[in-house]
């Protein structure tokens, strides 16, 4: 055998026996590398003549391409096999019953908000998302508060640091910024909801710096505070799920809607528990108006051809009051013992005709 063909038996054994790509590398510089054997072959070719060196050359050259081609199998080969390896290894039988013991549950809070979208929805109201992260005009300007109107203050902002531009953003202090985008975007009529959360610098029994909001628009022709009434008052009944709701519009000021009222609904707190539908006492849940002719403006609607209602509610005041909730802070402690107490079962959807409650 001559010395090439024995150099090219070698060197196929080896790279076929290359059990994984670090003695394949091994392999493939022994075998191409500046300092081979085969190397050798090539450069002795400078010392034949011109036939000889043809001849030769084509053979030494054969024996590197069939080399080369060998690593290259190799390598695929390896690459395969290491992929099926992973799939078997990894291989999970998605037919196996999930164990009860590990299955999470939803909490409170997504919980209602499901709930409320589903109420919503019934009353031909979408779904609208903003961002977290808003712009100081969004948040306060387009809502016609301007930079030095006092409800602005009243806010508890937290502020991002300046942008390169010098304005600055704000961790969106309300749900109410989602009108305006939803009304550049889309325009009137337009009917929707947008629950999210919001932020503001306070923390007691009753506050948390972040907590979550009800938005609620409705634009048309002639959209009144008759309808928004009538909105409320099927909301808050298929919500509680009481047929007695009474609702006390109160006047009142936010510098977006023009006229203003504060919503309260009839309650007893007598025994220390808050019973709806019932009682002397009234309990305010939320805010609402006829929205000004500003907040229209901004949002590139012509107040003169549209009009329409807003309203502003807690979500987490209302996942307390519904589901027996003392403390706000609970809902934000990740304690797996009130997770497990007041979660709900992700598998029970809420919707108008299987009952919203889980
Ligand atoms: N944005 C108000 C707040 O956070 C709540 C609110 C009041 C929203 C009246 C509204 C509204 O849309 O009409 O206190």
Redesign the pocket.
């Known amino acids: 055998m001559s010395d090439l063909e024995s150099l090219r038996t070698r060197l196929l054994a080896e790279i076929a026996a290359a059990a994984d790509d670090k003695a394949l590398e091994t392999a493939r510089v022994e075998a191409l590398g500046k300092k081979s054997a085969l190397m050798g072959f090539l450069r002795d070719l400078g010392g034949l003549d011109v036939e000889a060196r043809k001849a030769r050359g084509a053979e030494v050259n054969a024996v590197k391409a069939q080399v080369e081609e060998a690593f290259a199998a190799r390598k695929a080969g390896l690459k395969s096999a290491a992929l099926e390896a992973r799939l078997a290894g990894e291989r999970l039988d998605v037919t196996l019953p999930a164990r009860p013991a590990s299955a999470g549950s939803t909490h409170p809070i997504s919980q209602v908000t499901e709930e409320v979208t589903a109420i919503f929805a019934d009353m031909g109201f979408s779904l609208r998302e903003g961002p977290q992260i808003e712009s100081d005009w969004h948040n306060f300007d387009a809502l016609n508060m301007a930079p030095e109107h006092p409800a602005r203050q009243e806010h508890d902002t937290f502020f991002m640091s300046p942008r390169p531009d010098g304005s600055r953003h704000v961790l969106r ?4 910024p989602v ?1 305006i985008r939803t009304l550049l975007e889309e325009g009137a009529p337009v009917r929707f909801i947008a629950p999210g959360r ?1 932020y503001r610098s306070d923390y007691d029994m009753t506050h948390t710096p972040m907590f979550h ?1 009800l ?3 409705a634009i048309g022709k002639d959209v009144t505070m008759a309808n928004l009434k009538w909105v409320l008052e099927e909301f808050l009944k298929a919500f509680f799920e009481i047929d007695n709701v009474e609702l006390r519009f109160r006047a009142s000021h ?1 510098p ?2 023009e006229p ?1 009222a504060e919503v309260d609904v009839r309650c007893d707190r007598s025994g220390g528990k808050i019973k709806l539908g019932e009682g002397n006492d009234w309990l305010e849940i ?4 006829m ?1 000004h002719p500003n907040v229209l403006r901004a949002g590139g609607v012509d107040p003169d051809q549209w009009q329409g ?4 509610m807690g979500l987490d005041r209302l996942a307390m009051l519904k589901y027996g909730i003392a403390d706000l802070r609970g809902f934000f402690d990740a304690d797996l013992r009130w997770l497990r107490h007041y979660g709900f079962n992700p598998l029970n959807v809420p919707t108008l005709r299987g009952g919203v409650s889980g």
């Open positions: 202090t309300h749900t109410s009108q919001v909001q938005e609620g628009m936010f977006f809607t203003s939320l805010g609402s108006g929205v209602f807003a309203f502003g």
